[in-house]
């Protein structure tokens, strides 16, 4: 007798899903059924399974967005106690932008930082004491940059450079000035030159960008589409939403973002300071003023082409180029970062290229060799004016 005899309605027409897993024949090679899951008793299980597993991890993800935004907000409140402000306030189109002055002497050095660099003083300062020995040396801090005041509206190159001159002619220093730029801010040194070469005695580039790199990274200028500022923002908000108000940027190392935050050149209470400023600045998101500059609107286009199509400032340069490897990523390796340099370079007279190997950040990982070489560098055009 068969096991189906006794339970016809385990029998179904034609073959269920599943049927090689479900049979099993006995030895006189009658089929016998080892389950009585049907198909669809089979899916109904699964489906429940899903569901349970989804509804798992949708609640984790609530718990964690909960728990790193209540910490994040937390952080923010204590963070504040240890930001405190360095320098001087200047007003600049009616809103409040910081420098810091320091030393004396017939020179004058204007810091300037890189892109998005969030604590520009704590940066500079390392190097700056050492050369206000001998020189007034002067830190900017751009709007949206340290304690500077956040603004809105579009940063581009030339409007950066206008409240750049503002602020130090506001605070009565006065040029020519010997421009030391970091990294992006390059392209503002060079506007300034060009457009107000009586201004700048001389360009001390502190692995600064060039024009040539947007050949490597794939930019035209001249084919480039503006584009609109509430788009990008509407673009960017699921991204601001998770990394920067729920605070998934917490979980992300700060010193590989900006190498500073942990520099051997900075006290404790300062790479805490740099820290503060950081998740406080970075929090913003794409309201923050430091991330318009990212804004390709028709006038950033119009001015980028500009100076990229302009000659290369024939005036005293010195140039500290990295290894290149902290750039590989936008340029293609590493070589191409130093080759744009020397390539620079090498449209000037008096023109003077180191290369260092160390990272992006010349002016804290090199900074005794830097102040060394800018001392020699500088002497020559004293010597010259004599």
Known sequence: ?????????????????????????????TVIFMKTASAKI????????????????????????AGTYSYNSVSLKKEAALIEHKGQYVEVDGHRMNIYAAGNGE???????????????????????????????????????????EIDGERTVGIITENDREALKTAGIEGPYILCPHSASGFEALWWANKY???????????????EEYDYMGVDWNTLTPMDPEQWADDNRLYDFWLYKIGL???????????????????????????????????????????HEQWTTQRQIDEMKELCDASVPNIPTLLFVSNGKYL???????????????????????????????????????????????????????????
């Open 1 to 29: 007798m068969r096991l189906t005899d006794c339970k016809p309605g385990l029998v179904e027409s034609g073959r269920p899903f599943l049927y090689g897993l479900l049979v099993n024949r006995n030895t006189e090679g």
């Open 42 to 65: 089979f899916l109904i299980k699964a489906i429940k399974g899903l569901g349970i597993a989804l509804s798992v991890i949708i609640l984790l993800t609530v718990i964690l967005a």
């Open 107 to 149: 020179k004058t050095l204007v810091f300037m930082a890189g892109s998005g660099v969030p604590a520009p003083i704590l940066e500079f300062r390392p190097l700056a004491e050492i050369l206000g020995k001998k020189y007034q040396t002067v830190i900017i801090e751009k709007f949206g940059y340290g304690y500077s005041d």
């Open 197 to 211: 070469p009586e201004e700048v005695e001389a360009i001390i580039g502190l692995d600064m960008a060039v024009p």
């Open 249 to 291: 940027m917490r979980y992300m190392n700060a010193q590989e973002i900006f190498p500073p935050s942990g520099s051997d050149e900075l006290t404790k209470e300062e790479k805490n300071e740099y820290k503060a400023l950081m998740y406080t600045k970075y929090a913003l998101g794409s309201s923050a003023a430091m991330n």
């Open 328 to 386: 590989a990523q936008m340029v293609g390796k590493p070589e191409n970062w130093i080759l744009i340099h020397k390539n620079y370079i090498s449209n000037i007279s008096e023109g003077r290229l180191i290369e260092l190997d160390c990272g992006h950040w010349v002016h804290l990982d090199e900074k005794d060799r830097v102040s060394e070489e800018m001392i020699s560098f500088i002497d020559t055009l004293n010597a010259e004016e004599q």
